[in-house]
């Protein structure tokens, strides 16, 4: 499918993801009118935004951001669903590269020394094909300037999906879900651990608790490419 793709685009006029409009020439990977109107959090220019305050009172963490607000039914959560189930991996790089930019201007992120995008288990990622977080923390580091570390960290089981779980059973289901197989490659290290979309936030919570618990001198922040208003109760 991703060949099919490639052959398309050089005789198609390229087309921004989130609305399909042709993209004009200077305008990058998404259009102006998509920029424009990108629901954007704006959290990353704030090191107490309330992303960064519910996580920190289960852990440590130094920084947290999300880019944008996912919204059901809207065309960026199409694009979202496009990169992450339809092969569509070209768009978590180009929004990483985006999201990455304005991680590098808030002045909050400039002591992250690597990142480390949450794993899929093996089964998934054969499945798949590739790991979309991965491509989202490639466009990250590309903006940031440090490196992926995207062996770091493993995923021990192929757990069920989080949608229709409470609260609880979301935390049980992702209870001791990693490991760190690289604890060298992190210590004493700022690690920026990147995924896609956040709901309650208990698979970053179980990752970063693997993180801290394997090598204590790191130190662990968080950036989501979205995050649920819904789920997490947060207020615009």
Request: proline share 6%; aromatic share 8%.
């Amino acid at each position: 499918m991703s060949i099919l793709n490639d052959i398309k685009g050089l005789f198609l006029p390229p087309v921004c993801p989130v609305c399909g409009g042709e993209l004009h020439e200077g305008e990058g990977a998404f259009c102006m009118m998509c920029r424009t109107l990108a629901p954007q959090t704006g959290f990353w220019r704030r090191a107490d935004n309330p992303l960064a305050e519910r996580l920190r009172n289960e852990f440590p963490i130094v920084q947290a951001s999300a880019f944008l607000w996912f919204v059901a039914g809207s065309p960026w959560q199409r694009a979202i669903h496009g990169f992450k189930y339809y092969n569509r991996w070209r768009t978590a790089r180009d929004l990483g590269a985006w999201y990455g930019g304005n991680l590098a201007d808030s002045g909050l992120y400039g002591s992250v020394d690597c990142i480390v995008p949450v794993p899929l288990h093996t089964r998934r990622l054969l499945a798949r094909g590739y790991n979309q977080a991965a491509y989202i923390a490639e466009g990250i580091a590309s903006r940031m300037g440090v490196p992926v570390e995207d062996r770091a960290v493993r995923r021990l089981r192929n757990n069920p999906s989080q949608t229709t779980r409470s609260s609880a059973g979301r935390w049980e289901n992702v209870r001791d879900l990693f490991a760190v197989a690289r604890p060298g490659a992190l210590a004493g290290r700022h690690v920026l651990l990147v995924d896609d979309v956040v709901t309650t936030g208990s698979t970053l919570l179980s990752c970063t608790e693997a993180l801290l618990r394997a090598v204590p001198d790191c130190r662990v922040s968080i950036a989501a490419l979205a995050v649920s208003r819904r789920h997490f109760g947060l207020d615009r």
